[in-house]
Every structure is written in C-alpha cells, then in structure tokens.
C-alpha cells in the first residue's frame, strides 16, 4: 500500500478529530477522562461524544493557524481514508507571550479546572526553561496520532520524521512532552529529557531535541534514502501491508519494525501524541508504556536526508532474531543485527565472539549435524487462515494415536502447564476429550484445535516417548498443523482464547528459532489482552468467580511472559510496572475448586499442594527481577553513580529477593533431601529454585565484575588491617561469595535431577537450562579469573573445576535437543581459552591455575574434562580459531554483565 503525506484542509477536520477522539479516549486514556470525567458529561452523551465535538472546535481553529503545520497521512488504497495526522507548531520568533498560550474552546462535559490546571503546570514549565517567548523559536510537536487500525505500517515514524527534518533543515530545535511510553523513541532520535513533569500523577517527560544533535546511524537504516527534487508535499512512501504478526509496542531502538509510534496502551490511548503548552486530553498520551529507558544501548533510528527527498521505507532486516534461540539468542547469523546492542566495545566483542564462533562450528557443520541428532527448524512458513469464520478443513485436524495423543498431553499439563496455568484445564480437558468422542466443544473449534496442537508441540519436547534428537521435528509437525488451521493475530476481534492462544505460541517458540516471531507473539498477548481490558482490576461486572481467576492469570501470564523474554533479551518490558500490578494476582485456588472455594491456601482441600501457587509466587519474583535489572543494568543515572551507591542499589534488591524466598509457601521450597514422590511438586521447587538463583546472579554479577575482576591499584587501604576496613568491603565479600555460590548450586541441581541421556526429569524447560547454565559458567569463570592473591573467603569456595565440568556435560546433554547448547558451548570454550592466554602473558596479575588444570584441591576427576580444549565428543577443535581476533579488554566486563541473548545475538 501507498501512504501519502500532505497539508491538512478544512475539509479534514472532521476525520482528524474522530481519529484523534479515537485513539484517546476516556475509556482508555486517562487525561481524557480527568478533563472530561462521567458525572459531567450531558445527559445521554458519552464522555467521548462530547470530547470529539470539542476536539473539532480545536481543529478547526488549529487549520486557521498560521503557525502550526497540520500534515495527514492518507492511504491510496483506501480512497484517500486519513490513517494518520500531526500537528507541529512552527516557530514564530515575533508572537508575543499571549499569542503563543493555547486558545481555550469551552465545550460541554469539560471540566475546565482540570484544564486550567494543565495549563498552567505545562506553561509554568515552559516559561522556566525557555523564558517568556517558550517555544516559539523551535519546532514543537503539539500531537501525534495513528489510527489503531492502521498502527504498525510506519506511518507514525514518517510523521515524526517529517517534523525532525523541517527543523533540521531551519536549524531550529524540537520540542516535546512525552510519556514513559515514548521517551525512549525521542531519546533515539537524540531528544533528552529536560525535567519530568507530573500530571495529574501521570509522569511525562518535556523534552528537546538540540540543532545538530540527531543521532545518525550507519548501518542497516530503517528508511532507504533515494534522490529526488526538493518539494514540500506531498511525499509518497509505500508502506507495508497490514503486518500479520504486529511487534510489540516497545518503544525503543531494539526492533527491528520501523513504526515505533502510535501503538496502543491501555490508559494511554492509541497514539504518540505530544504536549502543546496547553494541550487538549490525550495529546500527553504516550504509547505502550515503559518502564525503563536503555541507553546504555546505541539507537537505531533513520539517516539523515535533504528536505522533501522521497523516502522509501522498508522492513527492517529481522534475520539475525529469526535465526536466534527465542530464549538464549544463540543460533543463527549474529552479525547482522549486533548495531542494536551495548557500547562500541559491547558490539566490538559480540561480533567477534559470534564470528569465533561460527568458525568453530562451521555453518556446514551445523546443517549437517541434523542428520545425527537435532532437528533443523526451517523458516515456518505461516499458513494463515480466511477470517471469515469458516469450516476447519478436516485434513489439517489430524491427530496422533489416542495413547500418544494422551501422553503427550500429559507431559504438556504435568511439565508445562503447572508452569503457566493460563487456560481453564477442566475446560480445555473437556474440550479434548470431546474432539476424540464427537461431542459439543465447549470451546470455539479453530482455537481449541489449535491449542491443542500447540499442547502436542509443547508437550513432545518433554515426552520420554521421543528420542532427544526428533523433538525439534515432532513439535514442528504439531507447530504447523496449527498454523494451518488457526492464527490469533488475523482475526478481527480479540477474544480471551486468542490471548490464550498467542501465549501458547509464544512458549513453544521460545525452544525453536523462531526468536523474532517469539517476541511479536507476546507482544500481540499483551496487545490483545489490553483490548479485552484485562490489564484492569474488573472488565465485567458479571462475570463469574471462575471467569474472573482465568482471567486474572491470563493478564498475569502476559505479564510474566514479557518479563521472561526482556530479561532474556535484554530490553525493557513492555507492560509498564503500575499496570502490571494493576490488576490482583489470581488467587491459590486449582481449577478443580474454582467453583467451590474462594480463599487462597497453599494446599488444596485434598490436601495436596496447590499447583497453581507456583505461578503465582514466579510472577511475583520476575517483578522483582524487572524492577532490578531496569535501575541496576537499564538506568543511565548508574553510569555516573559512585560504586558505593551501586553496592547500596545491587544490597537493596538482593534484600527484596530473600523477603520474598521467606514468604513462598514451604512446600515450594527446594532442598537436597526434598521428597521426589510427587514429580509436578517437586519439579516446582527445582524451576523456582532455579530463577531464584539465576535473579541473584543478575543482580550480583555486577559486583562481581566492579570488584573482584578489575585489579585494584596499589593504595593505602591495602596496608590496613581487617578492623580498618570499609563496612561496605565486607559487604562485597558478601556478594561474591552469594553470587559464587549461585552458580555452583544453580549448575549441581541441574546436574543432579536431570537425565542426560533422555535429556529428562524435574528441571526448567531446555532452553531456560541452557540460560541457566550458561551464566552460571561465566560466573564460574569469573571466579578463576580473579586477582593473583585472592580474598580469603574465595578459597573457601568449591573449586570451580569440577562444576564447570558439569555445565559442559549439561551442555552437552542439551545440544541434542537445541541448536543452542551447542554455541553455548562454543562460546565458553573460546572465552575460557582467551582467558588463559591472557593470563599466560600476565602471570603475576592472576591467579595461578585455570579450569582445567591441575591445583591441589582439584581431583583426577575434576580436572577439566572439558577444559580450555576438552573432550566433546571431537566436536570441537580451537585450533581453527584464531584468539588474537577476539581484541577482549579485561577491563570491559561484557562477556559477564550481559545475558546469553545479548552475547550471543
């Protein structure tokens, strides 16, 4: 489809202020509704009735404005329909201070205090910073806004673009109010944040964009550049086709979709849309919120261009994530996309590092080791279904053999839903059973076969009944099958089973390498999900008890899975912490007594444990760990933050992580002699356990890079004694031992409970082990790649010879399920093996034995089976990698401070 940008006419005033009324209004978007509040409202006229009879007033006038610059986006295709408008105040270097405050439009239903008081916090503002003249000497991005129907396409981000480049070219600055939402948008574009403001106890952000302080980048641009003459309207840009598979509307550089504005949010309206000095509701409404802004990361945005030049936008290269383990980033060509991650030197090493890797395991290789165990996972091609609602095709709702059918969706309820309970069991078990006995479905026919196809693929990648190295190839064959019948993100309502649904898809992805499209789906979970108003504390006032808990988990698993994939990836969440809280946990009550109990209790009236405290206490610890990586690793403040402060910080949340091991209840915990005779129970405690300690590496391993692995400079305090010391040495101590700790434990459980052979038993899923156990070996390599004399309580640890030995075989054990052991492995090899090359030319700097060699507390049987060059099997052999081209600075922490998704991208 073509998009065209072109000056707004009287005769759009109409259409402009319905999309405007639209995308803001006072069901969704909380400005409105403080101005235009439901008590005030004419008698039967609706709140947004009357807010698009006023918003009409202020188009009308704002068309008659010389100083503003009303551009529309319309769409060829659809006759010229308008999908999209913004509205830039121009500069005026010569109005006087009243001509540049906001023409006040009464209108019935407005509360005109709350406005007033709009006014004046955003003109006291103005005035503060910029003097009596304000803003009338830059380009001011009054409002921005998508219809929601069309969101997705670019056409926010050419809006925006058209602005930036106007003021460019006049060598003016922008000027804006953004919420959390936005920010980190116009902070890619080289906007930076002048002082957060707060509205009515929304937090919005003024902001200024300095002449010549665009940030430009390099590589694969998101907007093509192509010569043309000078004009100024219109522009035509041929835009994507309605995507099938919406991003997620994480507004930051990280994505690879071009539109990165006018997404929606569910308090926040449909659009970006930017403050004036006095703006009308909405026009302060970011997008999806955000709970963090990551600048340690380089922006993606859009090269520079003359003014009017045609554009032409395209699909942002997605290769690198579609190539990628969905939870560890480690398949795939990591070149390609490294530009969105981490400081030069961050993109310097990960590039290096992957190139290694790929060497060592040759491209060749990998294609041809599918013959001998794991599945190759081609590019799914989606077959996407009609949306007109028709018959399934009975050829695609084949099913395996009754027994197998049963096992497998008993391996999907005992290993994968008790995880995330995000569907009604006893209905989607009735729903089951009915396919194979011909009876009514409980449940609309295209989701329920879908998910239960899902459940196979899930379920087979835990199942004893399938060979290691054919699960890949099952759960794709049960992957497909329900793409041919079913996909949530086309159809044209939302629906809580198309939630469901794209939940489902989005945790079978996670284990293939489909990273990119793991990602969307949960995006689009969220999205959905905020359309039904889950993200609320009560939808329906007469929904059922049962109703209510179903759909208090599904909200709630859209909130742990986009907890999940951020921490995994590396990026901020999408759903902001205020929403995410918003709404009540679900209570500690099974499926099996929705209908008869009310109170939440830890054990059931049988007396069994109840399976679904679990989720419950997980959601609440990945809380935390959002909280904690978003100021510990996402904040930029800590950049300049003495490393006092930081301990203090890193203290804090390590704090808020035991009070919350000390309120699960008991029978989740995990302890060595805990009974193994109830396998969900006890696979509970083992996965809780485990992110338990993988959230305290993440927080620790800071410490551990700032404190044990830097070497300090001679100093005075050395000649102290232990009484004269700093109280906060003794709480690093403290730290690095915890954080040791952590991953001895974290890689010994895994060791002990799993079947290496079937690659079975009570541990996390593969892929959340793979993660598992690769950062815990980077903190293993850590703690050998300290300082020449260590601290003493480092000798009191167990050697970590012996449990990297462990991670290896573990790792080994699952690279024949996933593609990304394997790199997993390739990578600690190379850095163990870089390592010791280091060390071998600075001996006196380190300390004197490596992993793998022989010391006096190291056994025949721990010294390094799988040492710097290790038996695997002759899989691996560094002689072909050249170390001396991976330029790692010992100094930069990297390889340690970032996830496996981010290293390995």
Same mark, same amino acid.
């Given at each position: ?787 020449? /004399?260590? +601290?003493?309580?480092?000798?009191? &640890?167990? *050697?970590? !010879?012996?449990?990297? %030995?462990?991670?290896?075989?573990? #790792? ?48 025949? /049987?721990? +010294?390094?089976?799988?040492?710097? &060059?290790? *038996?695997? !099997?002759?899989?691996? %052999?560094?002689?072909?990698?050249? #170390? ?22």
């Amino acid at each position: 489809m073509t998009v065209q940008l072109r000056i707004a006419t009287d005769a759009d005033a109409e259409a402009i202020a319905t999309l405007a009324a639209d995308a803001f209004h006072p069901d969704t978007d909380t400005i409105s509704r403080r101005l235009f509040p439901q008590h005030l409202q004419p008698a039967n006229c609706a709140a947004g009735d009357t807010l698009r009879l006023w918003r009409l007033a202020r188009k009308s006038i704002k068309l008659t404005d010389k100083r503003i610059k009303l551009i529309v986006a319309v769409d060829d295709d659809l006759r010229g329909q308008i999908v999209g408008f913004a509205l830039w105040e121009i500069p005026a270097p010569n109005a006087s201070d009243s001509e540049l405050l906001p023409s006040a439009v009464s209108s019935p239903g407005l509360d005109e205090g709350a406005f007033e008081e709009m006014q004046r916090i955003l003109v006291n503002h103005v005035r503060k910073h910029f003097g009596d003249q304000g803003t009338s000497n830059m380009w001011h991005l009054d409002h921005l806004a998508v219809d929601p129907r069309h969101q997705r396409r670019g056409i926010g981000k050419l809006l925006l673009n058209w602005g930036i480049e106007k003021a460019k070219h006049d060598g003016r600055d922008c000027y804006l109010v953004a919420t959390p939402a936005g920010k980190s948008l116009y902070e890619s574009v080289g906007f930076r944040t002048l002082q957060e403001l707060s509205i009515f106890d929304v937090p919005h952000y003024s902001m200024i964009l300095n002449r010549g302080n665009h940030v430009r980048r390099t590589t694969r641009p998101l907007i093509a550049q192509t010569s043309g003459p000078r004009s100024e309207l219109p522009v035509s840009h041929p835009l994507h086709p309605a995507a099938p598979h919406p991003p997620p509307a994480l507004l930051s550089p990280f994505q690879s979709s071009p539109d990165r504005v006018a997404q929606t949010s569910a308090n926040q309206g449909n659009a970006v849309n930017q403050t004036p000095v006095a703006p009308p509701p909405g026009d302060i409404a970011g997008s999806q919120p955000s709970t963090g802004t990551p600048t340690s990361f380089p922006n993606a945005v859009a090269p520079e261009r003359a003014p009017g030049s045609t554009l032409s936008l395209t699909s942002a290269p997605t290769s690198g994530l579609k190539n990628a383990d969905a939870m560890t980033g480690l398949v795939g060509d990591h070149t390609a996309n490294v530009e969105y991650f981490g400081s030069s030197s961050a993109i310097s090493f990960m590039r290096q590092i992957n190139t290694a890797i790929d060497t060592l395991l040759g491209r060749s290789q990998v294609a041809a080791h599918s013959g001998s165990g794991v599945a190759q996972l081609s590019q799914t091609s989606i077959e996407a279904v009609p949306i007109d609602g028709g018959v399934v095709d009975p050829m695609t709702c084949t099913l395996p053999s009754r027994a197998f059918a049963d096992g497998l969706m008993q391996d999907y309820y005992r290993l994968v839903w008790v995880i995330l309970p995000i569907h009604d069991w006893l209905v989607f078990e009735k729903g089951y059973r009915a396919i194979w006995l011909g009876e009514p479905l409980p449940l609309p026919e295209k989701e329920l076969y879908y998910m239960v196809n899902l459940a196979f693929a899930l379920g087979s990648q835990f199942s004893d009944k399938v060979s290691p190295g054919k699960r890949n190839e099952l759960g794709q064959t049960f992957w497909k099958r329900a793409q041919a019948l079913y996909d949530p993100r086309l159809q044209p309502t939302a629906t809580l089973g198309g939630v469901q649904c794209l939940l489902m898809m989005g945790l079978f992805l996670q284990g293939t390498s489909e990273s990119h499209q793991c990602w969307m789906a949960i995006g689009s979970a969220v999205r959905m999900a905020q359309s039904l108003g889950l993200h609320m504390a009560s939808t329906v006032s007469n929904e059922s008890f049962r109703e209510l808990e179903i759909s208090r988990r599904v909200w709630h698993g859209c909130v742990s899975m986009d907890r999940i994939l951020s921490m995994t990836f590396g990026r901020p969440s999408m759903i902001a912490n205020w929403m995410s809280v918003a709404v009540p946990l679900p209570r500690m009550i099974d499926d099996d007594y929705l209908d008869t109990q009310t109170t939440s209790s830890s054990t059931r009236p049988d007396g069994e444990a109840t399976k679904v405290s679990f989720f419950i206490e997980s959601t609440t610890l990945y809380e935390i760990v959002n909280d904690s990586l978003l100021e510990i690793y996402m904040n930029p403040e800590n950049k300049s933050t003495e490393d006092d402060v930081k301990l203090l910080t890193v203290v804090h949340h390590d704090s808020r992580l035991s009070k919350w091991l000390s309120s699960i209840p008991e029978n989740l915990l995990y302890s060595v002699s805990s009974s193994a005779e109830d396998f969900i129970l006890q696979r509970q405690r083992i996965v809780l356990r485990a992110r338990y300690l993988h959230a305290r590496i993440l927080f620790l391993r800071p410490i551990v890079a700032e404190y044990h692995l830097k070497q300090p400079k001679p100093s005075r305090a050395q000649l102290l004694g232990f009484e004269d010391r700093a109280l906060s040495q003794g709480i690093v101590d403290e730290c690095l031992t915890l954080c040791f700790r952590a991953a001895h434990e974290t890689i010994d459980m895994i060791y002990t409970h799993l079947d290496r052979e079937t690659v079975t038993g009570p541990t996390p899923a593969w892929w959340f082990s793979v993660l598992f156990v690769y950062q815990a070996a980077t903190v293993l390599l850590a703690q050998r790649f300290g300082p020449s /004399e260590p +601290r003493a309580f480092v000798s009191s &640890l167990a *050697d970590p !010879g012996a449990t990297w %030995d462990k991670a290896m075989q573990l #790792l080994k054990a699952y690279s024949q399920v996933g593609e990304s052991a394997r790199r997993c492995i390739a990578a600690l090899e190379i850095l163990s093996a870089k390592f010791q090359h280091h060390t071998s030319q600075n001996p006196a700097q380190y300390a004197s034995t490596w992993i793998g060699e022989t010391n006096s507390n190291t056994t025949q /049987e721990s +010294r390094g089976q799988y040492g710097v &060059l290790g *038996d695997l !099997g002759g899989d691996l %052999d560094l002689s072909g990698v050249n #170390l001396n081209d991976i330029q790692l600075n010992v100094d930069d922490m990297v390889w340690l401070n970032t996830s496996a998704g981010d290293v390995l991208f």
